[in-house]
């Protein structure tokens, strides 16, 4: 069982610039947005669009809501600084505490969906504003957990890490000079005080991603990667998150009367006529 | 004998074969002014490669009065073409094809023969199966054409060998897959090796010419290869990017190395046929 997850950087690097230059001007845009959360994924997709359609034609958007923590703006500072970019900050706290306000009951996790869609709110009105696309920030590994929020920080135009997991996007991030306490730092939806991707999921990013990459790309069953020493219960919550969470990967499904129902029998790539 | 061989590694416009004529007519002044015989375009090279619910709208016939060949087959008349496209018989079905032109006419067509529809690949979901390998006669001798999957089995290049296809050419829409710590995506290996490999098997030419661009997702990562009867890559094009690549074949190579190395003289026909037959029959 051979487990090889390094990449070749300068091919992906080209593959995913050349990516994002195609996909943007396709659609008729020369600009893209991005929300710039201090954390890797972020950082790395950011880079790659500078690099695709230049510094100028790229704003990073930071959205802090007063409980972020402050590393998270240092850090999106750090990185704007280093790639020249347009930048905006836009604090979140008044838009979403009125909502919060209205329900005493209300849970962490509940606050920390409405974070992720506001987010989502903000930037695709920048996006409108600036002339520009989103572009996403999910890494493979975070899709495949499910690990984020519907319609919130999972929103985007076009997404050139998905394909990543997120020990590839560590190595891609070495390579295009991302500063190192960004791609040192734990990883953090920080949408609360001492929250980490890691401590949330039970399991550490490093592992996981050798999981998935047997399962997911190699077609190894569930079974055969507990044989190689894969802990048991470890699959089992992996392979359950995955399939759970499909939803969160997919168009909402429409229920089929006609003839020809869009999803299922009326087919075009987004590309379609470009 | 020298062929001046030009392989167009082109982007296409999915969906828009206005505009993919036109730049087929582009390329083919660039080859015609680096003095190419023959220029080769990539599988669907007028239509895109993901067409879906778009197949019916982008057919065409390799006919005089079609709007679009009709360019093409006065073209011919400078160098030879193959051209891909999707083309609808008489009984409106649709397959994946590739027409080799020469002199204002068309000489041949192939339709592939295997339509991948697996993994990423939904051919056979929006497409015809051809049932036909032939190799034809041009005037650089006797040719043979095929499309992508069609070389992924070994099959359909043994049968252009075996019915006198010197010169062998194959066209992909090939979206680049496999990255690992490699220079080279695993598509891209996959493919060259096998091209040379049939090369050195048949003591033939082959050449290789792959598109470029994205839809959607999918990156074609091109690198036109043309490797000579020993198996040798005679030029390679660069990956991702639009290019021409020019190539001279000197066809008298066939001669040097089947006279040193007689695999095509030696090959037992008959005892393929013979257990071919016991094979299928025992089926």
Aim: proline residues 4%.
């Amino acid at each position: 069982m051979h487990i090889e997850l390094s990449i070749n950087t300068a091919v992906a690097r080209q593959i995913l610039t050349g990516f994002i230059k195609s996909e943007i001007t396709r659609a008729g845009f020369s600009r893209a947005v991005v929300g710039l959360s201090g954390g890797i994924d972020s950082a790395l997709s950011c880079a790659l669009a500078v690099e695709a359609l230049g510094r100028e034609n790229v704003l990073a958007v930071r959205m802090p809501y007063r409980t972020s923590s402050p590393d998270s703006l240092a850090h999106a500072e750090m990185l704007i600084e280093q790639l020249e970019i347009p930048s905006k900050t836009i604090e979140i706290t008044e838009m979403v505490e009125p909502l919060f306000a209205k329900d005493a009951k209300i849970t962490k996790l509940r606050k920390g969906n409405i974070m992720a869609r506001e987010r989502m709110i903000v930037l695709y009105d920048q996006s409108e504003v600036f002339k520009g696309l989103v572009v996403g920030t999910s890494n493979k590994t975070e899709i495949l957990l499910g690990y984020s929020t519907q319609f919130g920080d999972s929103a985007s135009a076009l997404n050139p890490i998905g394909d990543l997991y997120k020990t590839q996007v560590r190595q891609l991030s070495h390579a295009l000079n991302i500063p190192a306490p960004i791609i040192e730092k734990p990883p953090s939806a920080d949408l609360w005080d001492g929250q980490t991707d890691e401590g949330e999921l039970g399991y550490t990013y490093e592992s996981v991603d050798k999981l998935l990459f047997l399962l997911v790309d190699q077609r190894f069953s569930a079974n055969e990667c507990v044989e190689a020493g894969f802990d048991e219960k470890f699959v089992a919550s992996v392979v359950r998150r995955v399939q759970r969470f499909q939803y969160k990967r997919m168009q909402p499904p429409i229920a089929k009367l006609s003839n020809r129902t869009i999803g299922y029998d009326f087919l075009y790539l987004r590309d379609w006529g470009t | 004998m020298k062929l001046n061989l030009g392989l167009a590694q082109i982007a296409t416009k999915l969906g828009d074969v206005e505009a993919n004529l036109e730049k087929h007519l582009n390329y083919i002044e660039q080859a015609k002014a680096q003095k190419a015989d023959l220029l080769v375009f990539p599988e669907l090279s007028l239509t895109g490669y993901v067409l879906q619910d778009l197949v019916a709208s982008v057919a065409h016939r390799p006919t005089e009065d079609d709007p679009v060949f009709k360019h093409l087959l006065k073209a011919s008349n400078d160098l030879d073409l193959v051209v891909g496209f999707v083309d609808e018989d008489t009984r409106h079905r649709f397959f994946i094809a590739s027409a080799y032109l020469s002199g204002g006419r068309t000489v041949h067509v192939h339709h592939k023969v295997y339509l991948p529809t697996y993994g990423l690949f939904d051919e056979g979901r929006f497409f015809a199966w051809g049932d036909a390998v032939r190799a034809f006669d041009t005037r650089f001798g006797r040719v043979g054409m095929l499309i992508c999957e069609d070389f992924w089995h070994a099959s359909p290049p043994y049968l252009l060998w075996l019915d006198g296809a010197d010169v062998m050419l194959f066209t992909s829409a090939s979206p680049g897959r496999g990255l690992n710590d490699n220079e080279k995506l695993e598509s891209a290996r996959w493919v060259e090796r096998v091209s040379k490999a049939y090369a050195s098997m048949f003591t033939s030419f082959v050449a290789h010419c792959n598109r470029v661009g994205f839809e959607d997702g999918l990156l074609f990562w091109g690198g036109a290869t043309v490797n000579d009867p020993n198996g040798e890559l005679l030029a390679q094009g660069p990956y991702f990017e639009e290019a021409l690549t020019v190539c001279e074949l000197d066809l008298n190579q066939l001669r040097r190395t089947r006279a040193r190395l007689p695999l095509l003289r030696d090959e037992r026909t008959a005892l393929v046929q013979k257990e071919m037959s016991r094979i299928l029959s025992a089926r």
